[in-house]
């Protein structure tokens, strides 16, 4: 079956830094790759997706390339600010017409001033 | 504005007691998702609802059950059958339809059991 391994937190950057968060999934036909964002104590928002081999999803500077020949998803961002302190999650769709989606276990990132 | 919304944020409740959390959307969607959120382990669907008058279980259904009477709520109740109850909880909904497949989520329930 489909799944997905994000690289383990916390990550502690400092500010204007650039980010790597690295998604690598495992699928049997064409998922959907998605990253979602969830500040503290607030649920998910949807950051970015991409749907088929070659698409780059971007959104509030964060950018992440659905790479078929690495089976990899990783979300990237030139310069972090304080504010982008959050969990990161990133998904797969379940395939056919399976509308669940699978998870990540989610990637904490500080930024400290 | 059209969105998610889950209620009480916070809830408090005895071991032996059933509880039920609410979910309203007013999006208009066909399907709406119960998700468990515990630290550490990402997040692990309970039930989900296609349509309205049918749900299926997820990958945590024990000590779980839910309804769906009505295409705008989707309540879950925890039962006292389940054994480790306090978590957060987040409700999500989605469009069917052709390459809809992106979920909106609700600000999630906290729930303590004690």
């Known amino acids: 079956g489909n799944s997905v391994t994000q690289m383990e937190g916390p990550v502690t950057l400092s500010e204007e830094a650039f980010l790597t968060i690295n998604c690598t999934y495992t699928a049997t036909g064409y998922p959907s790759l998605f990253w979602y964002v969830q500040y503290p104590g607030e649920g998910l928002q949807l950051l970015l997706k991409?749907?088929?081999a070659d698409d780059k999803g971007s959104n509030k500077g964060f950018e992440a390339t659905y790479r078929k020949e690495t089976t990899s998803f990783h979300l990237e961002k030139g310069s972090v600010q304080v504010s982008d302190s959050a969990v990161y999650f990133c998904?797969?769709?379940?395939?056919?017409?399976?509308?669940?989606?699978?998870w990540g276990l989610g990637t904490s990132l500080a930024v400290n001033p | 504005d059209g969105g998610i919304t889950q209620s009480p944020k916070y809830l408090f409740r005895k071991e032996g007691q059933n509880v039920t959390l609410s979910c309203e959307q007013n999006?208009?969607?066909?399907?709406m998702y119960w998700y468990r959120q515990d630290p550490g382990q990402g997040l692990r669907l309970i039930y989900y609802s296609q349509i309205v008058n049918d749900f299926q279980k997820g990958d945590i259904a024990e000590g779980y059950s839910v309804s769906r009477e009505k295409k705008e709520s989707f309540p879950l109740t925890v039962t006292s059958a389940q054994k480790n109850p306090t978590a957060f909880y987040l409700c999500?909904?989605?469009?069917?339809?052709?390459?809809?497949?992106?979920?909106?989520f609700g600000p999630g329930t906290r729930l303590t059991v004690t």
């Open positions: 999500a909904s989605s469009i069917e339809g052709a390459a809809k497949y992106e979920q909106y």
């Open positions: 998904a797969l769709t379940r395939g056919g017409n399976n509308r669940k989606l699978i």
């Open positions: 991409a749907t088929k």
């Open positions: 999006l208009n969607h066909d399907a």
